[in-house]
């Protein structure tokens, strides 16, 4: 009885470890796909990796792009700030989902440079979890200039 089970524990891991290798490699790919970063220091938007990105960066997304992270939209060139978003790889559906920017942004971030550069506020959102459909946050503005 234990060869057969140690033979079922060898392909198991031997699978994982492949499985383990494919993410990794996946991850490493995405990590170094290009996209635009404000820089704060030069008052401009930069191409960098995405492996660079940190929470509370501004990123600018053009249209078809690919974006793997989590982000709260701030400003649309779509009428009453609507962006359209494809979350296949999260769920499966291929049709488009419309995120509204809050319509407390819509003059702040006209200009994106200038309301970057202005922005001073405080965001408080959920950790890490489980639920795709359920996001709770809240955004201080209080303190914008």
Not at 25 to 38: H, M, R, S, V
Request: glycine letters at 6%; hydrophobic letters at 35%; a negative charge.
């Amino acid at each position: 009885m234990l060869p057969p089970l140690l033979l079922v524990m060898c392909v198991s891991m031997i699978k994982d470890a492949y499985e383990d290798y494919a993410r990794h490699t996946e991850d490493a790919n995405e990590n170094n796909a290009l996209c635009t970063k404000f820089n704060k220091d030069t008052n401009k938007f930069e191409q960098v990796y995405w492996g660079d990105i940190l929470v509370g960066d501004f990123i600018r997304v053009d249209q078809d792009e690919f974006f793997p992270a989590d982000m709260l939209i701030l400003n649309s060139t779509e009428d009453e700030g609507v962006a359209y978003v494809e979350t296949k790889n999260l769920d499966g559906e291929t049709n488009l989902k419309g995120k509204c920017v809050p319509k407390s942004f819509w003059s702040t971030f006209d200009n994106m440079e200038q309301g970057i550069k202005e922005f001073d506020g405080k965001s408080t959102i959920d950790g890490p979890n489980n639920f795709i459909y359920k996001f709770e946050g809240r955004i201080d503005l209080s303190s914008s200039k």
